[in-house]
């Protein structure tokens, strides 16, 4: 009796180790935000950021880049889709148009997209 | 021999005084783990509410499946809710029971706690009649009572087999710990023993009645007749009724503690469908007259831990959907 209740539970840890290996989607992290000031009066800013999976899937990923003003508190947002693969890390960068000023970089990655 | 319906899901844990007293505290921890687990579950799918809605809008599920699993989750909660308490007083009244003078203080004191018999009393139906040999054709009383005090008795009649209970009542699983000592006794000394409740009154009492009624009248018909036993019987000595009660007096602590306890007694059913619905032409299914609170419930604990290992499976490995 003991030997077929390990046997269900080997089985179950086994289903559960391929559900996890097979099925899972990207786990990514965003680090490493940074903000460039445009060469010209007008042209937007180009934020951008590594984005790392640290799950064992695949799939599409939300990131969500802002810029903080410092001095007014307003803040400027721009999305952009990304597909990550296992253990791959990869820059990503947006254009957001903001009037010139002082900018804090938040950059945050999700999944599933919202 | 008895057989894994007996074992696992009619009556299990009651062949010996020791797998009574674990019977009991297997259904405590049941109920406490149950009424965690649901909260735990409930907790989870509010805390990650957006990962999970999100997730079942992105995979085609129904979110409506995620208020089901919450109102699933708060309905075993509230069923288990009075176990997770009386397996809470179990312990807090063998603390005080470290703390007596005696034990028979301390069982007292939980007599006390546990309150007065309620009116209704749990009624079984034997296949075969019980009859003790010194007064033939007569029914009689095996007492449940140890030092710390009585616990009422059991009442046979024929078929019939009454608990007639003096603090508040336990479940049938005391009736069914009682015919698995008849038994016993009866193997013991090489007389037939395969004595089986048949009816259960707390679950069916309709069919119960019926099936009473049915045996009465074929005792009633026997002593109209002055012949032999009309309907089986199994006969028990004097001896045999004293080694009854000294089992009984065994579990009397163990009944105490199942006292605080609630019984969900139901019927079982197990279906397969081998054609499955929306045709549904054939289906395989088997039946159980009683399911004992231990397995029922020790079912639905595997299923809420089930679903919290799958709900916190989710969080840490959100499964892949579809892109935008």
């Not at chain 1, 003991?2 to 996890?20: Q, S």
């Not at chain 1, 903080?68 to 960068?93: C, F, K, N, W």
């Not at chain 2, 007083?89 to 309620?118: D, F, N, P």
């Not at chain 2, 336990?170 to 016993?184: D, K, M, R, T």
């Amino acid at each position: 009796m003991k030997v077929r209740w390990l046997l269900l539970f080997a089985g179950l840890l086994a289903l559960t180790a391929l559900w996890v290996v097979n099925c899972s989607g990207p786990r990514p992290v965003a680090s490493d935000p940074r903000v460039e000031a445009p060469l010209r009066a007008g042209d937007p800013y180009h934020v951008t950021a590594l984005v790392s999976n640290e799950g064992p899937g695949h799939g599409e990923a939300r990131v969500t880049f802002r810029l903080r003003d410092t001095q007014t508190g307003r803040v400027y947002q721009q999305i952009a889709s990304v597909t990550l693969d296992p253990d791959e890390t990869i820059v990503v960068g947006v254009d957001i148009a903001a009037p010139p000023s002082q900018y804090e970089p938040i950059v945050e990655a999700e999944y599933p997209p919202r | 021999m008895a057989s894994l319906a007996d074992q696992a899901i009619r009556e299990p844990d009651v062949e010996t005084a020791e797998r009574y007293k674990q019977r009991v505290h297997w259904l405590a921890a049941a109920y406490t783990t149950m009424f965690v687990g649901a909260l735990a579950g409930i907790s989870l799918a509010v805390w990650q509410a957006q990962l999970y809605v999100a997730l079942s809008q992105r995979s085609n599920v129904e979110t409506l499946t995620l208020a089901f699993v919450i109102v699933f989750l708060a309905y075993l909660a509230i069923l288990s809710a009075p176990g997770a308490l009386g397996a809470a007083r179990i312990l807090y009244y063998a603390a005080q029971a470290r703390a007596s003078a005696t034990w028979e203080e301390g069982e007292r004191r939980k007599m006390r706690a546990v309150g007065v018999a309620s009116r209704s009393s749990a009624t079984v139906g034997l296949d075969l009649a019980l009859e003790r040999a010194s007064a033939p054709k007569q029914s009689f009383s095996i007492i449940v009572a140890d030092a710390a005090g009585p616990m009422g008795d059991i009442l046979v009649d024929g078929v019939e087999l009454t608990r007639r209970q003096t603090i508040k009542d336990g479940s049938n699983s005391l009736l069914a710990y009682f015919i698995h000592q008849v038994n016993e006794i009866l193997s013991q000394r090489g007389a037939p023993s395969e004595i089986q409740i048949v009816a259960w009154k707390r679950i069916n009492d309709e069919e119960t009645a019926q099936y009473l009624n049915l045996v009465q009248f074929a005792r009633n018909l026997e002593r109209r007749l002055d012949v032999g036993a009309l309907w089986p019987q199994a006969t028990l000595t004097d001896e045999d009724c004293e080694e009854l009660e000294r089992r009984m007096a065994a579990i009397c602590p163990a009944l105490r503690n199942e006292a605080f306890l609630p019984h969900w007694e139901y019927e079982g059913k197990h279906q397969l469908p081998l054609i499955p619905e929306p045709l549904g032409l054939i289906s395989l299914s088997r039946s159980e007259k009683r399911v004992d609170p231990l397995a029922s419930m020790g079912c639905a604990v595997m299923i809420v831990l089930g679903l919290v290992f799958i709900l916190m499976l989710i969080i840490l490995f959100p499964p892949w959907v579809p892109g935008t």
